[in-house]
């Protein structure tokens, strides 16, 4: 694989972002107040598209082979890998714990064609913004008209096959390209000193018009294709990633905040693969059947219990994270680094 022609410094605010992003995934996929629901599926996931453009540099790769090559390195190659383990968890689970055998050539043909397990779908649909944005790159101007316009027609997709599953979550991907090209069109112009400043006056704006969208739109899923006023998801989602990223900046001076929030934004493939399943499923077996914890629909259940599963799920993630970077970061991506054998010298002075 080519090289990249520069190297740039991971920017720590967008680390912390993604940090605050994993774990609104995580605690949007338990029951909590329905307020707090709403706001956290309203611009949770666009949070990730928004901190990808805002960090893509399509120039400092050599080509697109160089580019796509990357992209499938560190998106696919997890992607289905950690697909296969979780298909292997479920199939383990099922067979010793429910007594059943579930024919395992569905489940694969799941992981293949995009459906994978629980929020792993994100990640091919991920690859394909990415992808599609380098093609965009191309052109010489009109690059977020033509992104909004993908995003229509996106959703126009998702309407018409309403019921069906569309490889890989291309309709999708495609109604999230204006996330992308909103946070490239903040770094590119004038809006970037204040944006990276802070500026108040922005974020306010930014805030009031995600709060107004959000007032007057339902609650929104991607995966299930619910968008309410599509216009309005589409502004209040780039409204809320503006908000959360700028919220996000002065966090670096932190100490254990940035140091949480750091750890979780570089590790945000592990938690999104197992904090759901098997995760939950773990917890719900522990909780509810080992335990006699059995859920009530009551105030503690929807104010409470959701805040303690995502602090207990995030740390069950910890040790599968440190196992992974540390024995098998290939699964990430990453390449092993072997220590160089030292020589010595041998009796006529060479070294072996």
């Known amino acids: 694989m080519g090289e990249m022609k520069t190297t740039s410094k991971r920017i720590e605010w967008v680390d912390i972002a993604k940090g605050l992003a994993i774990i609104l995934v995580c605690l949007g996929h338990r029951d909590v107040p329905k307020c ?110 033509v992104a909004i316009l993908c995003s229509f027609g996106g959703y126009a997709l998702s309407m018409a096959y309403r019921e069906s599953h569309i490889f890989w979550n291309i309709n999708i991907a495609l109604i999230c390209l204006p996330f992308f090209w909103f946070a490239k069109l903040v770094r590119n112009s004038k809006i970037n000193e204040r944006f990276a400043k802070g500026n108040v006056a922005l974020v306010l704006c930014a805030f009031a018009v995600h709060m107004i969208c959000l007032a007057f739109n339902t609650r929104v899923s991607m995966v299930f294709k619910n968008f309410g006023i599509f216009p309005l998801f589409i502004i209040g989602s780039m409204a809320g990633s503006y908000v959360a990223a700028s919220a996000c900046m002065p966090l670096e001076k932190t100490r254990r905040i940035k140091r949480v929030l750091t750890y979780f934004g570089k590790n945000t493939i592990p938690i999104l693969a197992f904090h759901l399943y098997p995760g939950y499923m773990i917890l719900e077996t522990l909780f509810y059947h080992f335990l006699g914890l059995k859920y ?12 303690v599963y995502t602090i207990v799920i995030l740390l069950l993630c910890v040790p599968i994270i440190e196992f992974v970077n540390r024995f098998a970061p290939w699964a990430l991506g990453g390449r092993v680094v072997k220590k160089k054998k030292e020589s010595l010298p041998t009796s006529d002075g060479a070294r072996s």
């Open 296 to 307: 009530l629909y009551n105030v503690f259940s929807y104010n409470i219990e959701g805040f």
């Open 36 to 145: 707090l629901e709403e706001w956290i599926c309203s611009f949770h996931m666009a949070l990730f598209f928004f901190l990808a453009g805002y960090t893509t540099r399509f120039e400092s790769y050599a080509n697109f082979w160089v580019y796509a090559a990357r992209k499938v390195r560190f998106l696919l190659v997890p992607y289905f890998i950690f697909g296969l383990a979780i298909l292997a968890f479920n199939y383990c689970f099922d067979f010793f714990y429910r007594h059943e055998v579930v024919p395992l050539g569905p489940a694969l043909l799941v992981l293949i064609d995009g459906r994978a397990y629980g929020p792993l779908w994100f990640i091919p649909t991920f690859f394909i913004v990415e992808i599609a944005s380098y093609a965009l790159n191309f052109l010489p101007k009109g690059k977020m008209l």
